[in-house]
């Protein structure tokens, strides 16, 4: 039995390449430091003494401000290359970390949390991007789970050390989260020889149009559903968390901990559980599957005692879902993309979760302050129960099924 779940775990990580395995080991340093964005809400309602709607509105430029990240990587990546933005997104992201954990007002923090968000999430498109450039077709699913393990693992580690700092002090988590952002650019030059890639590294050779995402019907539709999904996934960092420390009086560490959970549980099942479902289904069914559970995750909250360990179980929930779904995501996106549009692809798809960072204290705040935490639940599940449909919709209509065809 042991050595059975000892091969099924080495053939998992097996057949990756070391280059791979460098990025995301600069992933696990760079996340083991995200504590800020955990606990934002909660520092602004709690500490200084923001509203609701304007700590969610916080959250949200923070979402706005990704997007604009996303919009520049994009261009830069397919201009310039994915490498030089990963570094230079790192290093500008960790000054800003430090600065605005020094803002207190609400204008000052609105305006440093945008331009953080500018300079940190533009990292996203272009580590996306690396991503499929290290890895095989064959293992590019496996490629993008390694990645999320590291930043799981950095999440998991980043989201307990930050509760127990934010019994102290919170201009810790701003400090540490800048200075692992620092460090892991110092890790990405030292480990990672630099790359030429994008259409200015090529030369002045005549390019050939390619399609990009906008003329790309079935990937707008897939990004309209990652949105709706988005939306509510995020609702478990925003406004869940402020759900805990309000409505069921759990303190930071103990919030810091459930977030910890979340990420223990996908360094050690998300890898394994690709492994042996990867390839047997279209992409769309297992997506479908995770965000319905998500979604049944937020319902089950409405019904569950105030205790730790119905917390906690709901957070599994949320989790197995999200092992489902996230994976086969990023398979989907890259599938469509060659070397020429992948930087244009992958910002859309960086967006479209950055819009939903938007969306979800914005609309998760409006929805308490007018409702309440209980329809807000209620709301989540449906419009996750809507996504799945349309997941499985997009599936069947889809052609890009290689190398599912012959399984219908």
């Given at each position: 039995?042991?050595?059975?779940?000892?091969?099924?775990?080495k053939?998992?990580?097996?057949?990756?390449?070391?280059?791979?395995?460098?990025l995301?080991?600069?992933?696990?340093?760079?996340?083991?430091?995200?504590?800020?964005?955990?606990?934002?809400?909660?520092?602004?309602?709690?500490?200084?003494?923001?509203?609701?709607?304007?700590?969610?509105?916080?959250?949200?430029?923070?979402?706005?401000?990704?997007v604009?990240?996303?919009?520049?990587?994009?261009?830069?990546?397919?201009?310039?290359?994915?490498?030089?933005?990963?570094?230079?997104?790192?290093?500008?992201g960790?000054?800003?970390?430090?600065?605005?954990?020094?803002?207190?007002?609400?204008?000052?923090?609105?305006?440093?949390?945008?331009?953080l968000?500018?300079?940190?999430e533009?990292?996203?498109?272009?580590?996306?991007?690396?991503?499929?450039?290290?890895?095989?077709?064959?293992?590019?699913?496996?490629?993008?789970?390694?990645?999320?393990?590291a930043?799981?693992?950095?999440?998991?580690?980043?989201?307990?050390?930050?509760?127990?700092?934010?019994?102290?002090?919170?201009?810790?988590?701003?400090?540490v989260?800048?200075?692992?952002?620092?460090?892991?650019?110092?890790?990405l030059?030292?480990?990672?020889?630099?790359?030429k890639?994008?259409?200015?590294?090529?030369?002045?050779?005549?390019?050939?149009?390619?399609?990009?995402?906008?003329?790309?019907?079935?990937?707008?539709?897939?990004?309209?559903?990652?949105?709706?999904?988005?939306?509510?996934f995020?609702?478990?960092?925003?406004?869940?968390?402020?759900?805990?420390?309000t409505q069921?009086?759990?303190?930071?560490?103990?919030?810091?901990?459930?977030?910890?959970?979340?990420?223990?549980?996908?360094?050690?099942?998300?890898?394994?559980?690709?492994?042996?479902?990867?390839?047997?289904?279209?992409?769309?069914?297992?997506?479908?599957?995770?965000?319905?559970?998500?979604?049944?995750?937020?319902?089950?909250?409405?019904?569950v005692p105030?205790?730790?360990?119905?917390?906690?179980?709901?957070?599994?929930?949320?989790?197995?879902?999200?092992?489902?779904?996230?994976?086969f995501?990023?398979?989907?996106w890259?599938?469509?993309?060659?070397?020429?549009?992948?930087?244009?692809?992958?910002?859309?798809?960086?967006?479209?979760?950055?819009?939903?960072?938007?969306?979800?204290?914005?609309?998760?705040?409006?929805?308490?302050?007018?409702?309440?935490?209980?329809?807000?639940?209620?709301?989540?599940?449906?419009?996750?129960?809507?996504?799945?449909?349309?997941?499985?919709?997009l599936?069947?209509?889809?052609?890009?099924?290689?190398?599912?065809?012959?399984?219908?």
């Open positions: 039995m042991l050595s059975a779940t000892w091969d099924l775990y053939n998992a990580y097996t057949g990756l390449s070391k280059r791979t395995w460098y995301s080991l600069v992933m696990l340093v760079n996340r083991s430091g995200t504590m800020v964005v955990a606990f934002l809400t909660v520092y602004c309602n709690t500490k200084l003494h923001f509203t609701i709607q304007q700590s969610g509105f916080i959250v949200a430029l923070f979402g706005a401000g990704a604009v990240g996303a919009l520049l990587g994009g261009k830069i990546i397919d201009d310039w290359g994915f490498y030089p933005l990963q570094v230079a997104s790192l290093i500008l960790g000054i800003f970390f430090i600065v605005v954990g020094y803002l207190k007002t609400f204008e000052t923090l609105s305006i440093g949390i945008f331009v968000s500018v300079c940190n533009s990292f996203r498109p272009a580590n996306s991007t690396a991503i499929a450039y290290y890895s095989a077709i064959e293992n590019r699913t496996r490629s993008f789970s390694l990645n999320r393990l930043i799981n693992l950095g999440w998991a580690f980043g989201s307990a050390l930050g509760g127990f700092l934010a019994t102290f002090n919170y201009r810790l988590l701003f400090w989260d800048g200075s692992t952002n620092i460090l892991s650019a110092i890790l030059l030292k480990l990672l020889p630099f790359v890639s994008g259409s200015r590294s090529r030369g002045p050779e005549k390019k050939v149009p390619v399609k990009g995402p906008y003329q790309d019907k079935k990937y707008l539709a897939f990004i309209c559903l990652v949105i709706l999904y988005g939306a509510c995020f609702e478990l960092f925003t406004m869940i968390s402020l759900y805990f420390k069921w009086q759990f303190n930071e560490m103990l919030i810091g901990s459930l977030m910890a959970i979340n990420g223990l549980l996908i360094v050690c099942f998300e890898m394994i559980l690709i492994y042996s479902i990867e390839g047997t289904r279209p992409h769309t069914y297992f997506i479908s599957l995770g965000v319905f559970i998500v979604g049944s995750a937020f319902a089950l909250l409405n019904f105030h205790i730790y360990i119905a917390a906690a179980a709901c957070v599994v929930l949320i989790t197995i879902g999200e092992i489902m779904s996230m994976p995501l990023n398979s989907f890259i599938s469509r993309t060659h070397e020429d549009n992948r930087g244009r692809y992958a910002a859309m798809y960086t967006i479209a979760w950055s819009i939903a960072q938007i969306a979800a204290p914005t609309f998760g705040s409006l929805l308490i302050t007018q409702k309440g935490f209980p329809f807000l639940l209620g709301t989540l599940f449906f419009i996750c129960f809507a996504a799945a449909i349309g997941f499985n919709l599936g069947k209509i889809s052609r890009d099924r290689l190398p599912w065809r012959k399984l219908f």
